[in-house]
T-cell receptor, first 115, second 113 residues
Framework: AQKITQTQPGMFVQEKEAVTLDCTYDTSDQSYGLFWYKQPSSGEMIFLIYQGSYDEQNATEGRYSLNFQKARKSANLVISASQLGDSAMYFCAMREGTSYDKVIFGPGTSLSVIP | ETGVTQSPTHLIKTRGQQVTLRCSSQSGHNTVSWYQQALGQGPQFIFQYYREEENGRGNFPPRFSGLQFPNYSSELNVNALELDDSALYLC????????????FGPGTRLTVT
């Protein structure tokens, strides 16, 4: 069964507008962590934001915020004021409460920012 | 602070051959994880090394093996290469127990012909 679901294969957003990238996850663990990574065409995976399952506040990092809805098992990424450099693949990922730091990635969403 | 580096950048091998990919972890990090990313997909966890011991493994066959050295750098070895092994191989380093600070290298793109 898919652990991480990203239902939007591709998204377009106008420059300077906000965009939400969807992510739902499946776990029976109480302790887990959720990540978002950005992967430009160069291939390098860039860490954007992290949310722990016990964190009560939604995580924010600059223009990135994570809309964490635990009961719905949802961890959407919101990018405010989109820039042309935001065009990339975006991956939602999860670490489950196991003894090692295995991270499970979703299939990704391709974001294109239009001038 | 030195970031994660990987070598080589690109590699072309023939089916049946063996390959070794290398990763130098970020300074101060003792954990290295390896991922395989096929074209158009998310990365898949291969295995992780913590203080020179394999600390977890994904759904990959034994012909995928690894090593971690005392300086925490790491190697990924793949024997009997198959066409489906063509992918971007990503290495990520972290400090054990702090996976939210996992940093990825630029990857090695392996093509098997």
């Amino acid at each position: 069964a898919q652990k991480i679901t990203q239902t939007q294969p591709g998204m377009f957003v106008q420059e300077k507008e906000a965009v939400t990238l969807d992510c739902t996850y499946d776990t029976s663990d109480q302790s887990y962590g959720l990540f978002w990574y950005k992967q430009p065409s160069s291939g390098e995976m860039i860490f954007l934001i992290y949310q722990g399952s016990y964190d009560e506040q939604n995580a924010t990092e600059g223009r990135y915020s994570l809309n964490f809805q635990k009961a719905r098992k949802s961890a959407n990424l919101v990018i405010s004021a989109s820039q042309l450099g935001d065009s990339a693949m975006y991956f939602c990922a999860m670490r489950e409460g196991t003894s090692y730091d295995k991270v499970i990635f979703g299939p990704g969403t391709s974001l294109s920012v239009i001038p | 602070e030195t970031g994660v580096t990987q070598s080589p950048t690109h590699l072309i091998k023939t089916r049946g051959q063996q390959v070794t990919l290398r990763c130098s972890s970020q300074s101060g990090h003792n954990t290295v994880s390896w991922y395989q990313q096929a074209l158009g997909q998310g990365p898949q966890f291969i295995f992780q090394y913590y203080r020179e011991e394999e600390n977890g493994r994904g759904n990959f066959p034994p012909r995928f093996s690894g090593l971690q050295f005392p300086n925490y750098s790491s190697e990924l070895n793949v024997n009997a290469l198959e066409l489906d092994d063509s992918a971007l191989y990503l290495c990520a380093s972290s400090l054990g127990g702090r996976p939210y600070e996992q940093y990825f290298g630029p990857g090695t793109r392996l093509t098997v012909t």
